[in-house]
């Protein structure tokens, strides 16, 4: 949700009575720091921060988040324990996000107040495991609050997340598909008419769900000696929008390789994610960038305002939950 979940967007899922996350790998420190202050300028209701565990600046973003007073911070990759126990002990709840069941016990032994599962189904970078076997399998592992990810977009999903256990859901490209997105009309509509995503790793190196475009097609006919070559260029127009120098954005790419099995070109990839999706996201040009999303893609037609959404969501995930009642009666 980078470049998606801004001030705007987060604010309407707030005031809507949902947890809105400002999504804060695109920003600066000094960005997130106007985001965090234009949030609470709009809603008194509580925000969350999501944040790079492995960014070169974490500490510094955690002290923000402590010093503005968020209330959550969530991860798209595990926390190192310190992490979670310095913003514990500051009073933020900590929501790591994972693909599989001994990554969430891992955090939860750490202290983490709650999981994420992210199924196979979600947008962005995905695991293979559908959420429907992910979801149960990490409930069962661990005694905190588990959200459910990956193909959720109406209350028959939040119905179904709650009847494997789950405390709630999380929703990217639903959210995406409403009118409070800051997304480009045109963005949108490409969205709405496109049924058909595709994992691939000529994005960043890594698994990441996209919509199916002549542009991801074309990534993936490229060769290896291009890819490099085109990662190279979007890394310098990313330090020059990023304010990053040279040396911040190389002590990130040594944290995104530490203790995984990433090849440099891998992480050199690692900067078109940021470029390409901005070049759809912010500039609207769906034909220069790539287009994360989830498979419910396939079954959104609709752009309604975030209070509507959840309205309906929660109208007929109650529907569904007295009807099941009604059977066991």
């Known amino acids: 949700m980078g470049w998606v979940a801004g001030p705007r967007l987060v604010t309407a899922v707030a005031e809507a009575g949902g947890l809105g996350i400002l999504a804060s790998a695109t920003m600066t420190l000094d960005r997130l720091a106007q985001a965090i202050r234009e949030v609470r300028d709009r809603t008194d209701a509580p925000f969350g921060v999501n944040l790079r565990a492995d960014a070169a600046d974490a500490g510094d973003r955690i002290d923000l988040l402590v010093r503005e007073g968020v209330r959550v ?25 994972v693909g599989a069941r001994r990554h969430a016990e891992k955090v939860a032994a750490w202290g ?28 069962d592992a661990v005694d905190i609050p588990v959200i459910a990810a990956g193909g959720f977009f109406d209350g028959r999903g939040l119905a179904a997340a709650l009847a494997y256990g789950a405390a709630g859901v999380a929703m990217g490209t639903r959210f995406l598909l409403t009118s409070d997105s800051p997304v480009p009309d045109e963005v949108k509509r490409v969205y709405l008419r496109t049924a058909e995503t595709v994992v691939t790793r000529q994005v960043d190196g890594m698994p990441h769900r996209v919509l199916r475009s002549e542009l991801v097609d074309a990534l ?22 990023s304010g990053l120098s040279w040396r911040a954005m190389i002590a990130d790419g040594r944290a995104m390789k530490h203790g995984k099995d990433l090849s440099w070109s891998q992480v050199l990839m690692a900067a078109n994610t940021p470029m390409l999706l901005r070049a759809a996201m912010v500039d609207g040009r769906p034909d220069l960038g790539v287009m994360a999303s989830g498979q419910a893609v396939a079954v959104i037609d609709d752009l309604p305002g975030c209070a509507e959404l959840i309205g309906e969501i929660v109208r007929q995930a109650a529907e569904r939950i007295a009807a099941q009642q009604g059977l066991l009666a």
């Open 73 to 97: 911070a969530s991860f798209a990759l595990a926390p190192k324990p310190e992490l979670i126990a310095r913003l514990k002990d500051a009073g933020v709840v900590v929501i790591p996000s």
């Open 112 to 139: 983490a107040d709650a999981v994420l599962v992210q199924g196979g189904e979600g947008g962005g970078h995905t695991g293979p495991v559908a959420t429907t076997l992910l979801l149960p399998q990490v409930v």
């Open 220 to 241: 993936e006919r490229s060769g290896r000696v291009t890819g490099l070559a085109r990662a190279l260029r979007n890394a310098a127009a990313f330090r020059r929008i």
